[in-house]
């Protein structure tokens, strides 16, 4: 159901109720630092995907996994959401429901997330020219960067930002080259 849209229309108003609870008790952001953590938690883990999606297991089971998985980390307010979560059978909505939440974040702070992939891992100081050009070009007050490696890039980045994609790759200069020579002759 990942990514589906029957899951991000159940996902949607949960998320939405998340938010107005953590922007009551003015703890938004909070709760988005475990949101991260909790997706970050499921992308490692597809065997704890597997089991809290289970209807085979026991809701008290899932509780339990859950309560010991999370620890003392996270903020009360989520983990009685989740647990609503799971008495409600809505538990295998958890990464729709975080993702969206995150989504509902962002438009909240006029933050923007950025996709780079470059050949390399970047540099801190990489990092801040990335973060500083994605400001500039969409106006934005911060940036949340999601960095991957590609090395066939051989050199320089791809930034995408929702649909827009920038490719300053030189894969991608080699491209634009070729079609342009293409054109030419």
């Known amino acids: 159901m990942k990514g589906s849209l029957f899951s991000s229309e159940i996902a949607e108003p949960y998320a939405q109720a998340l938010m107005s609870l953590a922007q009551s008790q003015d703890?938004?952001?909070?709760?988005?630092?475990?949101?991260?953590?909790?997706?970050?938690?499921?992308?490692?883990?597809a065997n704890l995907q597997s089991f809290i999606s289970s209807p085979v297991i026991k809701d008290e089971d899932k509780r339990a996994v859950l309560n010991r998985l999370l620890g003392?980390?996270?903020?009360?307010?989520?983990?009685?959401?989740?647990?609503?979560?799971?008495?409600?059978?809505?538990?295998?909505?958890?990464?729709?429901?975080c993702e969206q939440y995150l989504a509902l974040l962002r438009k909240l702070t006029n933050t923007v997330l950025a996709e780079v992939t470059a050949s390399t891992e970047l540099s801190d100081g990489q990092r801040r020219d990335v973060i500083d050009k994605i400001k500039t070009l969409t106006g934005a007050e911060s940036v949340e960067l999601k960095t991957d490696n590609d090395p066939e890039l051989i050199g320089g980045v791809?930034?995408?930002?929702?649909?827009?994609v920038f490719d300053a790759s030189l894969r991608g200069q080699l491209r634009r080259i070729s079609v342009s020579l293409a054109g030419a002759a």
Request: charge should be negative; proline fraction near 0%; charged fraction near 30%.
């Open 27 to 45: 703890i938004t952001r909070s709760i988005g630092e475990d949101c991260r953590n909790i997706l970050e938690i499921l992308e490692e883990s």
């Open 72 to 97: 003392d980390d996270i903020h009360q307010y989520l983990r009685n959401f989740i647990m609503l979560l799971v008495d409600k059978r809505r538990i295998v909505f958890l990464q729709a429901i």
């Open 158 to 164: 791809i930034i995408k930002v929702g649909s827009q």
